[in-house]
């Protein structure tokens, strides 16, 4: 059974860049036809999608957020990583990460089928 887990900081001052990890296991990053994903939810508020990355490397962010988003990978230890540079309190939220299988990549949030546990990220100075 496919894993994933998040880690990283848990504070990020304004306007630094934050950095998260999701390490998978039970799958490859690398497998095809599954992708990637980063999800995130401010506090009250529901899930936004932020991007994913294909089995290719391929990488698609959200529109909102593409200027600031960049999704890289360590395919030799299953791994992949969210940076959101220039953050604001409004950044604050439980960051997720997932698994999209391919028929489903346009359904984006309602379409993945393993989440990890998520991780709280408070941006305050």
């Known amino acids: 059974q496919v894993q994933l887990q998040e880690s990283g900081p848990g504070l990020v001052k304004p306007p630094q860049t934050l950095s998260l990890t999701c390490i998978v296991s039970?799958?490859?990053?690398?497998?095809?036809?599954?992708?990637w994903s980063w999800i995130r939810q401010p506090p009250g508020k529901g899930l936004e999608w932020i991007g994913y990355?294909?089995?290719?490397?391929?990488?698609y962010y959200s529109p909102s957020l593409k200027t600031r988003t960049s999704i890289a990978r360590d395919t030799s230890n299953d791994q992949f990583s969210l940076q959101l540079s220039s953050v604001t309190p409004e950044d604050t939220a439980v960051y997720y990460c997932?698994?999209?299988?391919?028929?489903?990549?346009?359904?984006?949030?309602?379409?993945?089928?393993?989440w990890g546990k998520g991780t709280l990220v408070t941006v305050s100075s």
């Open positions: 990355m294909a089995w290719s490397g391929n990488t």
């Open positions: 039970g799958g490859s990053i690398t497998t095809d036809y599954y992708y």
């Open positions: 997932a698994r999209v299988p391919y028929n489903s990549r346009y359904a984006l949030i309602s379409g993945m089928d393993y």
